[in-house]
């Protein structure tokens, strides 16, 4: 693109009650207007969107209205880049659909724009963002799972959940790290405690460790000076090694079991691989086995609400039913929209102790491909889209 093309320009017409707000970035040109808080649609952005669950099939690309800011916090972003997560691949089955419409507060959730990531730019902001974040600010964040997502050129997003873009890294670059990381921080300082306990000097385990989430979650410990095992395939040993894992397991080595059991105490096993509770052998040593599979969203979408939940209760009590003597817990960890976690990761980033990894890059245009290769597995890395 040329220089030209590249230079962004903000500019604001006062009428009598209403601002028009027009942004151009590259050959694009957004407009909207304001009144208050709320955004009037005058214009149209390209989106992928669900109509109905299924699989990859079900992606349409359409023309849709220009978001609107409901909330004094809330601001459009002209998004640039985004992730496509195995929680894409899930919603887009239907996944969660159920419990899901008690934030969503029981309104409309079909059409249903994915995507949870992004990197961007702000294009407008409700009154009530203040001076942190100014329109033309490059920013990078997370969308909550039951909001509509990131998979469309503009987007609304809260201020308590973007950050100013590192200046060190690329848009790509910042928006693979976004959503695995917050995730590997909601299951390690919320659900394993490491918010309460600290992390430093903590011996955890993590199973999948050369995954999206694995490799963010080997960095983050390590940058608190955390004790970390992790597990996955041979070919993949040299880059869990390279992300400062103390000692990394080959899951395919007939002795894999016994070469964990003998490594003594664990505070904390990290399931990223979908191990499961049942496979953990009873010789192994540790304090908090948490899992981002539990089977909570699955049972409502199967059972219905309340059946579900009661279902998922029963469960995670009898899991965590063991005798005095064995001080072992169970958790569930989800991915939580913590502002707070989010600015610790966001320093960690800026600060280089958590690099990115990409897998592959798509174009927008290319969406349905993206997810074809996620469906693969066996990543190393992201896979990000450019819009």
Request: charged share 20%; net charge positive; aromatic share 10%.
């Given at each position: 693109?040329?220089?030209?093309?590249?230079?962004?320009s903000?500019?604001f017409v006062?009428?009598?009650?209403?601002?028009?707000?027009?942004?151009?970035?590259?050959?694009?040109?957004?407009s909207?207007?304001?009144?208050?808080?709320?955004?009037q649609?005058?214009?149209?952005v390209?989106?992928?969107?669900?109509?109905?669950?299924?699989?990859?099939?079900?992606?349409?690309?359409?023309?849709?209205?220009?978001?609107?800011i409901?909330?004094?916090?809330?601001?459009?972003?002209?998004?640039?880049?985004?992730?496509?997560?195995?929680?894409?691949?899930?919603?887009l089955?239907?996944?969660?659909k159920?419990?899901?419409?008690?934030?969503?507060?029981?309104?409309?959730?079909?059409?249903?724009?994915?995507?949870?990531?992004?990197?961007?730019?702000?294009?407008?902001?409700?009154?009530?963002?203040?001076?942190s974040?100014?329109?033309?600010?490059?920013?990078?964040?997370?969308?909550?799972?039951?909001?509509q997502?990131s998979?469309?050129?503009?987007?609304?997003a809260?201020?308590?959940?973007?950050?100013?873009?590192p200046?060190?890294?690329s848009?790509v670059e910042?928006?693979?790290?976004?959503?695995?990381?917050?995730?590997?921080?909601s299951?390690?300082?919320?659900?394993?405690?490491?918010?309460?306990?600290?992390?430093?000097?903590s011996?955890?385990l993590i199973?999948?460790?050369?995954?999206?989430?694995?490799?963010?979650?080997?960095?983050?410990?390590?940058?608190?000076?955390?004790?970390v095992?992790?597990?996955?395939?041979?070919?993949?040993?040299?880059?869990?090694?390279?992300l400062?894992?103390?000692?990394?397991?080959?899951?395919?080595?007939?002795?894999?079991?016994?070469n964990?059991?003998?490594?003594?105490f664990?505070?904390?096993?990290?399931?990223?691989?979908?191990?499961?509770?049942?496979?953990?052998?009873?010789?192994?040593k540790?304090?908090?086995?948490?899992?981002?599979?539990?089977?909570?969203?699955?049972?409502?979408?199967k059972?219905?609400?309340?059946r579900?939940?009661?279902?998922?209760?029963?469960?995670?009590?009898?899991?965590?039913l063991k005798?005095p003597?064995?001080?072992?817990c169970?958790?569930?960890?989800?991915?939580?929209?913590?502002g707070?976690?989010?600015?610790?990761?966001?320093?960690?980033?800026k600060?280089?102790?958590?690099?990115?990894?990409?897998?592959?890059?798509?174009?927008?245009?290319?969406?349905?491909?993206?997810f074809?290769e996620l469906k693969?597995?066996?990543?190393?890395?992201?896979?990000?889209?450019?819009?």
């Amino acid at each position: 693109m040329c220089k030209k093309c590249q230079k962004e320009s903000t500019m604001f017409v006062n009428t009598t009650n209403k601002t028009l707000a027009v942004v151009q970035f590259g050959h694009r040109r957004l407009s909207a207007i304001a009144a208050k808080v709320n955004i009037q649609e005058q214009c149209r952005v390209n989106a992928w969107q669900v109509h109905s669950y299924g699989d990859i099939n079900e992606l349409q690309r359409g023309n849709i209205r220009m978001p609107q800011i409901r909330e004094p916090n809330q601001l459009l972003i002209n998004v640039e880049a985004a992730s496509v997560n195995p929680i894409d691949i899930f919603m887009l089955a239907g996944y969660g659909k159920t419990l899901m419409q008690i934030p969503r507060k029981f309104e409309m959730e079909l059409p249903l724009t994915l995507g949870r990531d992004f990197c961007g730019t702000i294009i407008y902001k409700g009154p009530g963002v203040g001076s942190s974040f100014s329109i033309g600010d490059k920013v990078y964040g997370f969308v909550p799972i039951h909001k509509q997502g990131s998979f469309s050129e503009v987007i609304v997003a809260d201020k308590d959940h973007i950050c100013k873009q590192p200046k060190t890294l690329s848009p790509v670059e910042s928006t693979s790290l976004v959503y695995a990381s917050m995730t590997a921080w909601s299951a390690l300082y919320l659900f394993g405690n490491l918010v309460m306990k600290g992390a430093k000097g903590s011996r955890i385990l993590i199973l999948g460790a050369s995954g999206g989430v694995g490799t963010v979650a080997v960095q983050l410990l390590k940058s608190q000076n955390a004790i970390v095992h992790g597990t996955c395939s041979k070919d993949a040993i040299p880059l869990v090694t390279s992300l400062g894992a103390d000692c990394v397991f080959d899951y395919r080595d007939p002795d894999y079991l016994k070469n964990i059991e003998k490594e003594g105490f664990y505070h904390i096993i990290l399931d990223c691989a979908k191990f499961g509770y049942d496979n953990i052998p009873k010789t192994w040593k540790y304090g908090t086995y948490v899992t981002l599979n539990s089977p909570l969203l699955i049972n409502a979408d199967k059972y219905g609400l309340v059946r579900g939940l009661i279902n998922s209760a029963g469960t995670f009590l009898q899991q965590n039913l063991k005798p005095p003597s064995e001080k072992k817990c169970v958790m569930w960890g989800f991915f939580t929209p913590s502002g707070n976690g989010f600015r610790f990761i966001d320093k960690l980033i800026k600060d280089g102790k958590i690099r990115p990894l990409i897998h592959k890059e798509f174009k927008f245009d290319d969406l349905p491909c993206a997810f074809e290769e996620l469906k693969k597995g066996h990543m190393r890395g992201k896979i990000v889209v450019t819009y």
